[in-house]
């Protein structure tokens, strides 16, 4: 009896031991299944056409055209597999939302070569739900709809598309892969969600069925996946239940349905890294579904993973000491950086703007500064007018900026200067604002303002916060 009692116990963990050795290959391996072609967040829908094109010569894979979204672009959906369980996964629904679309022409190429995760399973993906937002690489679809509010009305094509598709294959288990703000932590931590999930609930009491409780037990499952990978830096939706969505009605209708949603990670802008721990995370779990691995898992796992709250910053500067009216002040302040798209040379720049001021003792950045005994200060505006852009190569910046100057002008900004290297604020001539002293003076911070200022220390210079790009003084760098 005592042997049979061992036997009967090691069986669950053999399984979990079994999907550890699975995710660690597939971390390891990547490279070699990393979709060449895709290397950045805002591709379009011509730029995995031709991918998706392929596959139709690959064995055992099939496409099936779904529809057209509003503007005429196609909507496809990529299976293989024959098995009894059915498991769709949708990306894109949101238009700027591509970091699983990136990890799932990964996993095809990983499906081409190892099909026997697939022994019980049939695979449908559709890799990008909203290829018109994608075009702009914004949220909606081209007439201003949020796709995941249109489960009910199913108003647009795309909605209807998604609706047909889960309810011809009545799939067993759903993905529904999004991206988050990178200014979401886990709850009460300074570390980015970099991967939240959710189990949504299909009624306002939150029940939990079979068909929640599976997905439950898969998110547990990634969650331990990830956190080998990225320690402390996964969050849990809450799980009010919002009746338009598609996430809360698919579970609603009978499909286990798992929420991804890929938020920040340091220093990975183009969302690289969270790319490979999608591919991971999510070929994980197919495993464990096809060999039902996740039957084991205790649902109670799934409410200790941290919930997800909004209290990171870009740059975080602590104890600030400011001077207005005549005293001093010590402040903290947040402050975040905005992508920009430069359509003029097909480049992207970075542009800070001051988010919160106050005491952010309960807040977390990226980028962490400790001011304490800085003085913050003004910067001036370069005396000389430049008249052209030529003579900017010319100018030591490290001395204009030890000399007070963040600021330079120009008699015109040429359309083509977009953005520049270099650690300066430009103005044109005809922006300066000549002020007189006749009225109490704004504070120097306002939020919403594209921060500008310097750091100093004894009369020394420690810092320059420039467009809310930091240079630091003593490794004369941005």
Not at 256 to 266: H, M, V
Request: proline letters at 4%.
């Amino acid at each position: 009896m005592k042997n049979i009692y061992y036997l009967f116990f090691i069986i669950p963990f053999f399984g979990l031991a079994q999907q550890k050795s699975i995710s660690e290959s597939l971390f390891t391996e990547y490279e070699n299944y990393k979709e060449s072609t895709i290397t950045h967040r805002k591709f379009k829908h011509s730029d995995i056409k031709p991918l998706i094109d392929e596959l139709r010569s690959e064995n055992g894979f099939s496409i099936t055209a779904l529809g057209r979204s509003i503007q005429g672009r196609s909507i496809s959906m990529v299976s293989i597999g024959n098995g009894a369980t059915n498991v769709l996964l949708w990306s894109q629904m949101h238009g700027d939302e591509s970091t699983a679309t990136m990890a799932i022409f990964d996993i095809f190429n990983y499906l081409k070569k190892n099909k026997e995760i697939l022994n019980n399973l049939s695979l449908h993906f559709i890799p990008m739900l909203n290829p018109d937002g994608a075009e702009v690489f914004k949220r909606r679809n081209a007439i201003g709809i949020d796709i995941n509010r249109d489960a009910l009305r199913l108003q647009s094509p795309e909605s209807k598309i998604l609706k047909a598709a889960r309810d011809s294959l009545q799939a067993d288990f759903g993905f529904n892969l999004h991206d988050q703000s990178s200014y979401y932590n886990a709850k009460r931590t300074n570390k980015p969600a970099t991967i939240s999930f959710l189990a949504p609930a299909y009624n306002y009491e939150k029940d939990i069925n079979k068909t929640r409780g599976n997905a439950m037990k898969i998110i547990v499952q990634m969650n331990d996946i990830i956190q080998k990978y990225a320690p402390g830096q996964v969050g849990r939706y809450t799980d009010e239940f919002e009746p338009r969505a598609f996430g809360d009605n698919i579970q609603k209708w009978g499909t286990s349905t798992i929420l991804i949603e890929s938020g920040g990670y340091k220093d990975d802008p183009e969302k690289q890294f969270i790319r490979k721990l999608n591919f991971v995370s999510i070929l994980g779990a197919i495993h464990s579904i096809s060999t039902n691995n996740y039957e084991n898992i205790p649902i109670k796992k799934y409410s200790e993973i941290p919930k997800n709250d909004r209290k990171l910053f870009d740059l975080k500067l602590t104890n600030v000491t400011i001077q207005y009216l005549g005293k001093n002040y010590t402040i903290d302040l947040g402050i975040n950086t905005t992508n920009i798209e430069s359509k003029e040379n097909n480049s992207s720049y970075q542009i800070g703007f001051l988010r919160e001021i106050g005491d952010l003792s309960t807040y977390y950045g990226y980028k962490n500064i400790d001011a304490e005994n800085l003085i913050f200060k003004i910067g001036k505006t370069y005396p000389k007018i430049l008249s052209n852009v030529d003579e900017i190569e010319k100018l030591n910046f490290d001395n204009l900026l030890r000399d007070g100057y963040t600021t330079l002008a120009l008699d015109s900004i040429p359309e083509d200067l977009i953005f520049t290297k270099y650690p300066i604020k430009f103005i044109a001539v005809k922006d300066i604002v000549i002020t007189r002293d006749n009225t109490i003076p704004k504070s120097p911070l306002q939020l919403g303002s594209r921060p500008t200022f310097l750091l100093t220390k004894n009369e020394e210079l420690s810092y320059a916060i420039i467009n809310g790009i930091v240079y630091d003084f003593s490794k004369q760098e941005n």
